[in-house]
């Protein structure tokens, strides 16, 4: 299933619907809810209203699935694509390290202009990707430029892609028990989350039930057996739902989620709760794992000023590596300081999300040899805590958040980091880089 995102109608009230961040903190069967009053934007009459209404519960789904973090850049924006990042991406499926790709003599980041924007999915596994049109803009590379021009290049004042905000459609997401997935049970549905997503009821006849349609990313169909029975009387999911348990390959800790939009289109997504390594499908991954000569489309595009594609997985991926003009321009000239405290959101295994407090150490080329003055991960940073399989010691600059009132922490003096995990790395990258010598003293350092 592919969906052009540049044909939604989606409007600053029509974006999207998402667990508030209780969904998956344990194995008890957490639910959570959406329910909104407002409507949405206007949509023109006939079928082009059917299709809007379907295209934007579409990407209601999409962007449930793919988790709170995720942010989209627009069409027409201009964005700023490392190519580190985009080699990070693609090594976690391939034998060949980051450090054997050759570079091409592409510039660390590269400015370009959207052209197009899809949201997929992944049939082998469900997991959800986006495919990115860019067009490289090469004359900004180096320039200042002025509010009004910004504007006609479509660079959004907040710098901002599309992210989750409340929507139109009813939802609710439930993290699977292990009697949900029992292949003698069914799926056990909270009244509320049942009253709010399902059709109504009638609870006047002894056992009440109905059959429910729900279409998944793919555009299928499945079927299952609403009933209303036991004691206490309980919402179940039975007949199909043991078929859909196992053609999905659910597990207990998974997330399954359901909407429902205006129109009464029922839709049904997955959230694993394993997070892949790389969650693109093997069509695209066997392309790439030529994987020595990946960025050499680049290359060629930039040198002859057309437009390359790149796929972006957010579950799979730490960094965003295609990110707005503005927020770079930000990083750029709002230099970071050595011993700013900061916080960072994180999607975990037990939570959708979780913020986490450091402070930064350093400021570095992550590779200066061949990505000389790259801002791709160019902070050290230290965690107040352990943060699992999460644990990273060098991020980029717009990752954190520099806008909480921590103070500035004297890197000598400052708490130690309690200790890691059993197996996760706390030792530098296998290639070189170059660390800034930090004194007593909080320094700055350009970026």
Request: net charge neutral; hydrophobic share 35%.
């Amino acid at each position: 299933m592919e969906f052009d995102l540049n044909h939604a109608a989606t409007t600053e009230g029509e974006k999207i619907a998402f667990c508030n961040g209780d969904c998956g903190k344990n194995n008890s069967g957490c639910v959570c809810y959406l329910n909104s009053s407002s409507s949405s934007s206007s949509c023109s009459a006939n079928s082009s209203s059917s299709s809007s209404l379907s295209s934007s519960i579409y990407f209601e789904l999409w962007h449930a699935c793919a988790g709170p973090l995720t942010s989209l850049p627009k069409k027409g924006n201009v964005v700023v694509y490392f190519p580190q990042g985009h080699l990070e991406q693609v090594a976690s499926s391939s034998a060949f390290p980051p450090i054997e790709v050759p570079n091409f003599d592409l510039q660390p980041q590269i400015f370009c202009k959207v052209v197009d924007v899809q949201l997929l999915a992944n049939k082998e596994n469900d997991e959800v990707y986006t495919q990115v049109a860019l067009l490289p803009q090469p004359e900004l590379e180096g320039l200042n430029l002025e509010a009004k021009q910004l504007e006609d290049l479509g660079v959004d004042e907040e710098g901002g892609g599309r992210s989750p905000t409340k929507s139109t459609p009813h939802m609710f997401c439930k993290t699977l028990t292990a009697s949900d997935t029992s292949t003698h049970g069914g799926f056990s549905v909270p009244r509320r989350a049942a009253e709010d997503c399902f059709p109504p009821l009638d609870y006047k006849q002894q056992r009440p039930s109905q059959e429910l349609v729900a279409k998944d990313l793919h555009g299928v169909e499945w079927r299952f057996r609403h009933i209303y029975r036991g004691q206490p009387r309980r919402h179940l999911l039975t007949t199909g739902w043991s078929i859909f348990v196992s053609q999905k390959n659910l597990v207990s800790g998974d997330a399954v989620l359901f909407l429902r939009g205006k129109d009464g289109e029922l839709r049904l997504g997955i959230r694993r709760s394993v997070q892949p390594r790389n969650g693109l499908p093997d069509s695209i991954l066997s392309k790439q794992n030529s994987y020595p000569n990946v960025l050499s489309v680049v290359a060629n595009a930039v040198s002859t000023k057309s437009m390359f594609h790149v796929f972006y997985s957010p579950r799979a991926t730490h960094a965003d590596f295609v990110i707005p003009y503005q927020k770079y321009v930000k990083i750029i000239m709002n230099p970071i300081c050595i011993g700013t405290r900061f916080k960072m959101r994180f999607e975990m295994d037990d939570s959708p999300e979780r913020r986490c407090n450091g402070v930064v150490t350093g400021i570095t080329d992550l590779d200066p040899y061949r990505w000389p003055n790259s801002k791709w991960r160019c902070l050290m940073v230290r965690w107040d805590e352990c943060i699992g399989s999460d644990h990273q010691e060098q991020v980029s600059p717009w990752e954190i958040d520099r806008s909480v009132s921590l103070p500035p922490l004297s890197i000598q003096s400052s708490p130690r980091m309690k200790k890691l995990r059993t197996g996760l790395q706390a030792t530098p990258p296998d290639y070189p880089f170059i660390l800034y010598y930090v004194s007593a003293s909080i320094q700055c350092q350009d970026l």
